[in-house]
T-cell receptor, first 113, second 112 residues
Framework: AQSVTQPDIHITVSEGASLELRCNYSYGATPYLFWYVQSPGQGLQLLLKYFSGDTLVQGIKGFEAEFKRSQSSFNLRKPSVHWSDAAEYFC???????????FGTGTRLTIIP | DGGITQSPKYLFRKEGQNVTLSCEQNLNHDAMYWYRQDPGQGLRLIYYSQIVNDFQKGDIAEGYSVSREKKESFPLTVTSAQKNPTAFYLCASRGAWRGEQYFGPGTRLTVT
């Protein structure tokens, strides 16, 4: 069965500093991988996705993620965070032919001035 | 504008009452999903539907029911059998060939 681990429950970063949110997955074949962001009381917004090809994918709001098959990881990065990036971030994994996604438990990001 | 709508935003019910949450999409997506979100637990799948008049149980279907009579609509009923119904409920849809799901704004249900 698929599983997704986001080892960091809460991360605090200074505004302007770089960010890396970790995501590890357990899956046998090449998965579909996603990062979503959720502001308090809102739905989830898709930041970026990986299906195949180039392992470094660019997303919206200046985010990027790198798929590393050898480490079963899909970490999310941003070179310089803004106060508006404060939110909860979810990693998700899917597979070809499977209608379902498996979500991690999320990482809450706090930005300090 | 294309998207997913959920109504109402906030819903309050007394224990023992059934309640139905609305989810509508105009993205022409085939698949639709219902998730429950509790603090610290991420998203848990309740039910999903790949096509009209067909749906499957997710991981936590007990105490919930759904219908899919139209492609655009996938309402969720929280029945009195659901032991702990207070939660944030999210609806999502997925296009026919892409893997990503698109989410509605959610409904916060409080049962007292």
């Amino acid at each position: 069965a698929q599983s997704v681990t986001q080892p960091d429950i809460h991360i605090t970063v200074s505004e302007g500093a770089s960010l890396e949110l970790r995501c590890n997955y357990s899956y046998g074949a090449t998965p579909y991988l996603f990062w979503y962001v959720q502001s308090p009381g809102q739905g989830l917004q898709l930041l970026l996705k990986y299906f195949s090809g180039d392992t470094l994918v660019q997303g919206i709001k200046g985010f990027e993620a790198e798929f590393k098959r050898s480490q079963s990881s899909f970490n999310l990065r941003k070179p310089s965070v803004h106060w508006s990036d404060a939110a909860e971030y979810f990693c998700a994994v899917g597979e070809r032919g499977n209608e379902k996604l498996t979500f991690g438990t999320g990482t809450r990001l706090t930005i300090i001035p | 504008d294309g998207g997913i709508t959920q109504s109402p935003k906030y819903l309050f019910r007394k224990e023992g009452q059934n309640v139905t949450l609305s989810c509508e999409q105009n993205l022409n997506h085939d698949a639709m999903y219902w998730y429950r979100q509790d603090p610290g637990q991420g998203l848990r799948l309740i039910y999903y539907s790949q096509i009209v008049n067909d749906f499957q149980k997710g991981d936590i279907a007990e105490g919930y029911s759904v219908s899919r009579e139209k492609k655009e609509s996938f309402p969720l009923t929280v029945t009195s059998a659901q032991k702990n119904p207070t939660a944030f409920y999210l609806c999502a849809s997925r296009g026919a060939w892409r893997g990503e799901q698109y989410f509605g704004p959610g409904t916060r249900l409080t049962v007292t």
